[in-house]
């Protein structure tokens, strides 16, 4: 399975002790170089840039040659490289959080998921208890909104009780 990752879920999936999921549930797991440097950017937490400078070898880094695209151009570098690094390896899945981006990348026939669905799939193979998680998830800078994790939690419930 050919998985590429934008910065988001990789973040935090580190900051609420749970980036083994990636290689658990997808073996490897691809990044773009933008990605690479995102995770070791000034802001970024300590934590996810001690992470980044020793990675695991489950986690590949590549280079992507930019391309002039409008539609790309109204998302960020790391996000552009991962769509690029998506349609360019013929990737299974990418992952991806941001609205835009989401949108650009199953306009151009990506099949995509955010940290959420790393998480749901996770807690449906007992890796994880995901209302943990998500309240570890809140106690970061994640933005969501709570109908959304109720309604996340709800959906697991039905598929467990299936």
Do not use: H
Not at 68 to 86: F, Q, S, T, V
Not at 103 to 132: F, M
């Amino acid at each position: 399975m050919i998985v590429v990752a934008d910065t988001s879920c990789i973040c935090y999936l580190i900051l609420i002790d749970c980036i083994e999921l990636l290689s658990q549930l997808y073996g490897s797991v691809i990044i773009p170089n933008a990605v690479y440097l995102e995770l070791q950017a000034d802001n970024t937490p300590v934590r996810v840039k001690q992470w980044i400078q020793d990675y695991p070898q489950w986690l590949k880094v590549e280079s992507v040659e930019m391309i002039m695209n409008y539609e790309l151009d109204r998302l960020d570098k790391g996000e552009i490289e991962a769509i690029i690094l998506a349609e360019r390896c013929q990737s299974d899945l990418l992952i991806v959080d941001d609205r835009l981006a989401r949108t650009i990348a199953r306009k151009r026939g990506l099949k995509i998921t955010g940290l959420l669905g790393v998480l749901y799939d996770a807690a449906l193979a007992d890796k994880i208890d995901l209302a943990q998680k998500l309240k570890a998830l809140q106690n970061t800078s994640f933005f969501v909104n709570p109908n959304l994790l109720n309604s996340l939690l709800q959906m697991f419930e039905r598929a467990k009780n299936q």
